[in-house]
């Protein structure tokens, strides 16, 4: 722990934790060291994790990445973080992210952009670690941390993972709870570890997992040995290539990557298959309906009342508005007007709803091949490897949601993805294969990551 608080001072330049709490992963692991030392290792003893700042932590500073949650201490835990400390896992601080998990590069946080520690070869540009867990993804990367809280609302772990050559799982909706984790799009939103192997991810996700009356929505399932899990192999499964996946302009490294993951599958006894899911390219358009709907729902909580920055004004509407117009950032804002528009009267049926009726499709899509035999898809993570800072954070903002295209449909259809790592690209940075499976069969992912990774 105290080699790891020391890391995590040094590499400050690339800005991943909010706040670093070394105090109280001192004391934590103080406790590790006695309950080692009497023989009673709980599953994580002694393990320095990094924290994403979308879970609540009791008594420690909780701001999604927005300036509305300045100063904001929650009086509870979240269900995820209680579940690790209860194992005996260390907090070294909170991550960074995109505000409120809004965006694919973490350059919308209040708190500054987080720095990836690759470099393209030959250059110094600074890169975008992903996002919107990029504080996460950065601190596994940079050996800050063994591994780090995330969350996955259209594929916010799964794409900074495969920008930072690190590895991601969101599992199946209802698999992690809820509670306690900031909301982003209720619907859609799961968390999920981000580490450095496939292995490190199912022992993780083995603590964070589990039934939660507290969430409605998390399922009442006994949670399986992940770790056994990872040394199962591939020998008689089959692996479905969706052919829509092949979007244009997807570069021909990502191709001949996927090609290569399809070929390292088949070497190791699986059989391939070729499938079509033929909505996928609904997928993104509905999803920027869906997510900004449901958050515009979930953000009206904060109101300069209940928690955080509160702007005086003389009356309570000016209230309201003094401190959401300070306290949201443009993302945030633009989420905000998509979602209450898509939302509102007459234009309801034309929106939201047939966008929940692409979901549904999508949903089904998944399902005929999983009735046909599949056992696991094969996609690339991503359309492209990380891209600069600045790069396209002015630009059009839909530049940036295409970013989603290859993660949205696991959140749209409430599947497991994981992201592994599989290679560089001409310029030396990470690239990363994802693999959807079946609801709660997250075991065969990571079997079938660990054959890749
Ligand atoms: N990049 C996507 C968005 O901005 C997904 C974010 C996430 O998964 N939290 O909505």
Same mark, same amino acid.
């Given at each position: 722990?105290?080699?790891?608080?020391?890391?995590?001072?040094?590499?400050?330049?690339?800005?991943?934790?909010?706040?670093?709490?070394?105090?109280?992963?001192?004391?934590?692991?103080?406790?590790?060291?006695?309950?080692?030392?009497?023989?009673?290792?709980?599953?994580?003893?002694?393990?320095?994790?990094?924290?994403?700042?979308?879970?609540?932590?009791?008594?420690?500073?909780?701001?999604?990445?927005?300036?509305?949650?300045?100063?904001?201490?929650?009086?509870?835990?979240?269900?995820?973080?209680?579940?690790?400390?209860?194992?005996?896992?260390?907090?070294?601080?909170?991550?960074?992210?995109?505000?409120?998990?809004?965006?694919?590069?973490?350059?919308?946080?209040?708190?500054?952009?987080?720095?990836?520690?690759?470099?393209?070869?030959?250059?110094?540009?600074?890169?975008?670690?992903?996002?919107?867990?990029?504080?996460?993804?950065?601190?596994?990367?940079?050996?800050?941390?063994?591994?780090?809280?995330?969350?996955?609302?259209?594929?916010?772990?799964?794409?900074?993972?495969?920008?930072?050559?690190?590895?991601?799982?969101?599992?199946?909706?209802?698999?992690?709870?809820?509670?306690?984790?900031?909301?982003?799009?209720?619907?859609?939103?799961?968390?999920?570890?981000?580490?450095?192997?496939?292995?490190?991810?199912?022992?993780?996700?083995?603590?964070?997992?589990?039934?939660?009356?507290?969430?409605?929505?998390?399922?009442?399932?006994?949670?399986?040995?992940?770790?056994?899990?990872?040394?199962?192999?591939?020998?008689?499964?089959?692996?479905?290539?969706?052919?829509?996946?092949?979007?244009?302009?997807?570069?021909?490294?990502?191709?001949?990557?996927?090609?290569?993951?399809?070929?390292?599958?088949?070497?190791?006894?699986?059989?391939?298959?070729?499938?079509?899911?033929?909505?996928?390219?609904?997928?993104?358009?509905?999803?920027?309906?869906?997510?900004?709907?449901?958050?515009?729902?979930? !953000?009206?909580?904060?109101?300069?009342?209940?928690?955080?920055?509160?702007?005086?004004?003389?009356?309570?509407?000016?209230?309201?508005?003094?401190?959401?117009?300070?306290?949201?950032?443009?993302?945030?804002?633009?989420?905000?007007?998509?979602?209450?528009?898509?939302?509102?009267?007459?234009?309801?049926?034309?929106?939201?709803?047939?966008?929940?009726?692409?979901?549904? !499709?999508?949903?089904?899509?998944?399902?005929?091949?999983?009735?046909?035999?599949?056992?696991?898809? !094969?996609?690339?993570?991503?359309?492209?490897?990380?891209?600069?800072?600045?790069?396209?954070?002015?630009?059009?903002?839909?530049?940036?949601?295409?970013?989603?295209?290859?993660?949205?449909?696991?959140?749209?259809?409430?599947?497991?993805?994981?992201?592994?790592?599989?290679?560089?690209?001409?310029?030396?940075?990470?690239?990363?294969?994802?693999?959807?499976?079946?609801?709660?069969?997250?075991?065969?992912?990571?079997?079938?990551?660990?054959?890749?990774?």
């Amino acid at each position: 722990t105290q080699a790891h608080v020391d890391a995590v001072e040094k590499a400050r330049a690339l800005n991943a934790f909010i706040l670093e709490t070394p105090e109280r992963a001192l004391a934590q692991a103080e406790v590790s060291d006695r309950k080692i030392a009497a023989g009673e290792a709980r599953p994580l003893e002694g393990l320095p994790l990094g924290i994403k700042d979308l879970f609540c932590t009791h008594g420690v500073t909780t701001t999604a990445g927005s300036k509305i949650l300045e100063g904001f201490e929650p009086h509870y835990e979240s269900a995820v973080t209680a579940n690790l400390w209860r194992d005996g896992a260390v907090m070294l601080g909170k991550l960074n992210l995109d505000e409120f998990a809004m965006g694919s590069s973490n350059e919308t946080s209040a708190y500054g952009t987080v720095v990836s520690p690759w470099r393209r070869t030959g250059s110094d540009a600074q890169i975008v670690p992903g996002g919107s867990s990029g504080g996460s993804a950065a601190a596994v990367a940079a050996h800050l941390c063994l591994g780090a809280t995330a969350t996955d609302t259209g594929g916010s772990i799964r794409q900074p993972a495969a920008f930072t050559g690190t590895v991601g799982i969101k599992p199946t909706y209802g698999r992690c709870s809820r509670w306690g984790t900031v909301a982003f799009a209720s619907s859609l939103d799961q968390a999920g570890p981000i580490a450095r192997t496939v292995r490190d991810c199912a022992v993780l996700l083995a603590s964070m997992a589990g039934p939660d009356a507290r969430d409605t929505t998390c399922v009442d399932l006994p949670v399986p040995d992940f770790e056994a899990a990872v040394s199962r192999g591939v020998k008689g499964l089959t692996i479905g290539i969706p052919k829509e996946y092949r979007v244009d302009g997807m570069p021909a490294e990502i191709q001949k990557l996927w090609d290569q993951g399809a070929a390292w599958l088949k070497e190791a006894g699986a059989t391939i298959k070729e499938i079509s899911l033929p909505h996928t390219q609904y997928a993104l358009p509905a999803y920027y309906i869906v997510a900004p709907a449901e958050a515009s729902s979930n !953000l009206a909580r904060y109101d300069g009342v209940r928690y955080g920055l509160r702007v005086p004004a003389n009356d309570i509407v000016g209230l309201y508005e003094k401190t959401r117009a300070a306290g949201f950032g443009r993302e945030v804002k633009r989420r905000i007007m998509i979602g209450t528009y898509v939302l509102s009267a007459g234009y309801y049926d034309a929106y939201y709803v047939r966008a929940q009726k692409i979901r549904t !499709l999508i949903k089904r899509d998944f399902e005929a091949a999983y009735a046909e035999g599949v056992d696991a898809i !094969l996609t690339p993570a991503t359309p492209s490897a990380a891209f600069g800072i600045g790069e396209k954070a002015s630009a059009d903002p839909v530049e940036m949601y295409l970013n989603d295209v290859f993660t949205v449909t696991v959140n749209m259809a409430g599947l497991p993805g994981i992201a592994v790592p599989a290679g560089l690209d001409s310029q030396g940075l990470p690239l990363g294969l994802q693999l959807i499976g079946r609801p709660f069969d997250e075991e065969t992912l990571f079997a079938v990551a660990q054959t890749i990774e």
